[in-house]
């Protein structure tokens, strides 16, 4: 993995730019092994439910753009205190530059992530390594 060549600001994500969120989250899913045998349409009303209610209940927009570009968004990830990683977004021409582990930098050891995607193995067995952390697709649906 290299380095961003750019200055990479993370921040919350502001109301406006949830949209992105659920188009990219439940789109890029839809092509998971999770979502195999599940009708498109059926996966995508019932997924963007479950984004909708995570975010009500707390879950925490992250957002990476260029330091001079704040509106141009390169990827994104959504966090529930303490522990949980719900999912991280890098659009693909900024991929393998780092900017999925800034997003992620402030998940403690020992996290939880809900979502797996099999092109992410890398990045998935890396912070499994480094930071502990573990599978629990259950907490999607609650935290409590």
Same mark, same amino acid.
């Given at each position: 993995?290299?380095? $961003?060549? =750019?200055? =990479? ?7 406006? &730019?949830? $949209?992105?969120?659920?188009?990219? *989250? ?15 349409? +059926? ?5 963007? /439910? +479950? ?9 925490? =927009?992250?957002? #990476?753009? $260029?330091?001079?570009?704040?509106? #141009?968004?390169?990827? *994104? #990830?959504?966090? &529930? ?9 890098? /659009? ?6 780092? =900017? ?5 930098? &402030? ?32 907490? $999607? *649906?609650?935290?409590?």
């Amino acid at each position: 993995m290299q380095e $961003a060549a =750019i200055d =990479i600001v993370v921040r919350d994500g502001r109301p406006d &730019e949830e $949209a992105l969120v659920y188009k990219s *989250w439940v789109g890029t899913y839809s092509s998971s092994l999770f979502a195999r045998g599940i009708s498109r349409g +059926l996966f995508e009303e019932r997924h963007t /439910k +479950l984004v909708r209610d995570i975010l009500k209940r707390g879950g925490v =927009i992250r957002v #990476a753009h $260029a330091a001079e570009e704040p509106d #141009a968004i390169l990827g *994104w #990830a959504v966090i &529930e205190r303490p522990n949980v990683l719900h999912y991280v977004y890098v /659009k693909e021409p900024f991929r393998r530059l780092g =900017i999925a582990r800034r997003l992620v930098a &402030e998940v403690p050891a020992r996290f939880r992530f809900t979502h797996y995607h099999q092109n992410a193995d890398q990045f998935v067995n890396k912070f499994r390594g480094d930071k502990g952390g573990m599978y629990d697709p259950y907490l $999607a *649906w609650s935290t409590r």
